[in-house]
Nanobody, 115 residues
Framework: QVQLVESGGGLVPAGESLRLSCAAS????????MGWYRQAPGSQREMVAS???????NYSDSVKGRFTISRDNARNTVYLQMNSLKPEDTAVYYC?????????WGQGIQVTVSS
């Protein structure tokens, strides 16, 4: 069974940095696309960053240049380094995997950026 567990969230002031981690199990990590999404209350969940086989990455325009997604295949862990955080980055962040056209989600972790 696929499980995704996020860690590293919290409350930080604007301009600071935070690194999220997502530890995956029940999935051969390197075989499938992984990503980070976020969702604010009352808003749609949006993709923040994704990484696929070959380490191709994509970012939403709002975070490009500030966030970096990476993964350690040996540890089955994907990271999201978030720099220059802004209050509008405040959301619940979800780790995501897609395996055989099925979406898997972590429980989500709160990131709050104060102004």
């Amino acid at each position: 069974q696929v499980q995704l567990v996020e860690s590293g969230g919290g409350l930080v002031p604007a301009g600071e940095s935070l690194r999220l981690s997502c530890a995956a199990s029940g999935i051969i990590f390197s075989f499938w696309p992984m990503g980070w999404y976020r969702q604010a209350p009352g808003s749609q969940r949006e993709m923040v960053a994704s990484i696929i086989n070959g380490n191709f990455t994509n970012y939403s325009d709002s975070v490009k240049g500030r966030f970096t997604i990476s993964r350690d295949n040996a540890r089955n862990t994907v990271y999201l380094q978030m720099n220059s955080l802004k209050p509008e980055d405040t959301a619940v962040y979800y780790c995501h995997a897609r395996k055989r056209s099925v979406d898997y989600w972590g429980q989500g972790i709160q990131v709050t950026v104060s102004s």
